[in-house]
């Protein structure tokens, strides 16, 4: 693939991306606490946190990831933004996965969860405009 084609696939996966946040900065805490109460419930009801649990952490916490990077990378964009961009993505799956543990371990859906799932969705957002503004800026 060209770096134009990078480019394009880039600025979408970033609109797709920080759109798929935008539910989780307006979410309300209530309406996340019963989302965790059926998640947990349909864990415990499939037999626990088996292997399709991990491949569906896998997808989203490592591949999902990758792949946007690497279209990132293919568009040409800097390295400083791809690692810092990286370094965001470990946070919030290191930040995630411990509280899907403690949620699958009986744990409540915390106000404090809340903040920081509210705050990783307003930078993941960031890092999609911010994407899409130096794709704009290096190809326009």
Request: proline fraction near 2%; include cysteine.
């Amino acid at each position: 693939m060209t770096p134009l084609l990078w480019a394009k696939l880039a600025a979408v996966l970033s609109v797709i991306y920080g759109g798929a946040n935008a539910y989780q900065l307006m979410a309300r805490y209530g309406d996340v606490c019963e989302k965790c109460r059926v998640f947990a419930a349909m864990v415990a009801e499939a037999g626990g946190a088996g292997g399709r649990l991990r491949l569906i952490r896998c997808l989203f916490y490592v591949i999902t990831p990758l792949c946007y990077l690497g279209a990132l990378r293919g568009a040409g964009i800097s390295g400083v933004f791809l690692i810092t961009t990286a370094a965001k993505f470990g946070v919030s799956s290191v930040l995630g996965i411990g509280t899907e543990k403690r949620l699958l371990r009986g744990g409540d859906y915390r106000p404090l969860d809340h903040a920081i799932a509210r705050a990783d969705a307003m930078l993941n957002i960031m890092v999609a405009a911010a994407a899409v503004w130096l794709i704009l800026r290096q190809w326009t």
